[in-house]
């Protein structure tokens, strides 16, 4: 079994800043793709940002400039470093990780149990 732990949630205003952290534990053979998903009330869960194992960076174009992305492959977690916050920011947002579990296992999609990220004055 793998687990996703999930961090780094709150409440901040706009302009303000967040980290979020997903930590996998468990029985891990590789992890491929990391990303960071979002789902606001009444609208469809998004990809936000993905990074792959060599270190290739995707992001939405709604955080471009703003957000990073980034992982350590020895702890396996990936990190979300959310700048300039803006209300539109305001989700619950989710970590998914591509996990293998051993050398003849496909990589399969585990999910954190969601982080509230909040932006109001």
């Known amino acids: 079994q793998v687990q996703l732990v999930e961090s780094g949630g709150g409440l901040v205003q706009p302009g303000g800043s967040l980290r979020l952290s997903c930590a996998a534990s468990g029985s891990i053979f590789s992890i491929n793709d990391m990303g960071w998903y979002r789902q606001a009330p009444g609208k469809q869960r998004e990809l936000v940002a993905s990074i792959t194992r060599a270190g290739s960076e995707k992001y939405a174009d709604s955080v471009k400039g703003r957000f990073t992305i980034s992982r350590d492959n020895a702890k396996n977690t990936v990190y979300l470093q959310m700048n300039s916050l803006k209300p539109e920011d305001t989700a619950v947002y989710y970590c998914?990780?591509?996990?293998?579990?051993?050398?003849?296992?496909?990589?399969?999609?585990?999910w954190g149990q969601g982080t509230q990220v909040t932006v109001s004055s």
């Open positions: 998914d990780l591509k996990v293998a579990t051993s050398a003849w296992a496909y990589y399969l999609d585990y």
